[in-house]
């Protein structure tokens, strides 16, 4: 197993701007996000502090002065008891491994088919908000793939060190199991995070706001913030999706029943790990987890690189989380509307507590 502090180590050293505020949690230095209707305001409260500004859509970015010696979390405490929508730009992670993960890498596995795509009353598109999609036979030919192949590739070896990146392949194993339960689903892909697994809220909230119309989005990805709240800029982006739309999003793997965001927030589905029938060693619980699906030794597309040659197994909460979006999307697509397909999911089995709906798959 990875010595975790070597990993951070490693973390901090390629992404210079990190601060880690405490275990498990960091954050971009000196980053402050803010809700656009409460930016002249959040400014004259730090009229001394913030140097620069980056802005929209819906979200800003200022930048502090690293002379001013604030801290940032000290300043969105201040801002938010002031009614104002302010955060930090907390680090976001892809959750096969963290802190207390599995410290699971994928797996070569042999060529699987697809499901045969049965009929369907409506189209349903899956929003997979992750590192990215690459070509793979189950879905090349498609038209939704061509039409975003370009701007969604996976970045495979960003180091240059010629090994897979530590999380290189992670969107396209995603959406790989979104299919293998619902194979009519069309997926929609956007890269936020990199291929070693790191994002950050901003880009998260870019995505959410930028998608436009879709059923469900899967989110396997998210962190512990620095005060165990929401964001309330996540939290708004989320919301934004309006009703229509569902959200799932994995519970994380830091095997603790601390909240994890964004799946610990109200209008999303959080998802645990299984392993077999008990809850994966690795994965996160409690009273915020809303299901549960198998998430160890996970069977799904995959990139080619090196060993590889386009499949592979893996675990981790992230991939329990698109199992439960592909029940639901298949119920979707039989007809039933969104909100009522997830209604349905989450009560086809038994609740186990901290780990919610068992879903049978």
């Known amino acids: 197993m990875p010595d975790p502090g070597a990993r951070l180590q490693r973390l901090l050293s390629r992404h210079e701007d990190a601060r880690l505020v405490e275990p498990g949690t960091l954050l971009r230095r000196d980053q402050l996000l803010v809700a656009d209707r409460d930016l002249p ?143 009519s689903a069309r997926i929609l892909a956007r890269r936020v995070i990199g291929g070693d697994g790191v994002g950050d809220e901003l880009t998260l909230i870019r995505a959410l706001r930028g998608l436009g119309r ?66 994966a060693w690795f994965s996160n619980h409690g009273p915020w987890v809303d299901a549960c699906a198998p998430g160890v030794a996970v069977h799904s597309s995959f990139v080619r690189f090196g060993e590889f040659d386009g499949y592979a197994r893996w675990s981790g909460t992230s991939f329990a989380a698109p199992a439960v979006t592909g029940a639901i999307a298949v119920r979707a697509a039989a007809g039933e509307d969104n909100a009522g397909a997830a209604e349905a999911v989450l009560a086809s089995g038994p609740v186990r507590p901290g780990l919610g709906t068992i879903i049978a798959i």
């Open 41 to 183: 305001r959040v400014e004259e409260l730090l009229r001394h502090w913030w140097r620069s500004r980056e802005a929209g859509p819906g979200v800003t970015r200022l930048r502090l002065a690293p002379s001013a010696g604030v801290d940032v979390c000290e300043v969105s405490l201040l801002a938010r008891a002031r009614g104002l929508s302010a955060g930090p730009n907390h680090l976001v992670h892809g959750q096969p491994m963290w802190w207390a993960g599995p410290a699971d890498r994928p797996r070569p596995a042999r060529a699987v088919l697809l499901p045969r795509r049965g009929p369907v009353r409506r189209e349903v598109t899956v929003a997979v908000l992750d590192t990215g999609l690459d070509p793979h036979p189950w879905y090349s030919a498609s038209d939704w793939f061509a039409g975003q192949r370009a701007s969604v590739g996976e970045m495979l070896d960003a180091d240059l060190d010629y090994a897979l990146d530590a999380q290189a392949g992670h969107g396209t194993f995603v959406a790989g199991v979104v299919l293998r339960h619902a194979p």
């Open 214 to 279: 879709v059923d469900l989005v899967n989110i396997s990805l998210g962190c512990h913030t620095f005060d165990d709240r929401p964001s309330p800029l996540v939290e708004e982006a989320v919301n934004a999706l309006g009703p229509d739309t569902v959200v799932v999003a994995c519970a994380g793997n830091t095997a603790a029943d601390r909240p994890f965001w964004p799946a610990a927030l109200p209008g999303v589905i959080a998802v645990a790990a299984l392993d077999g029938e008990e809850r």
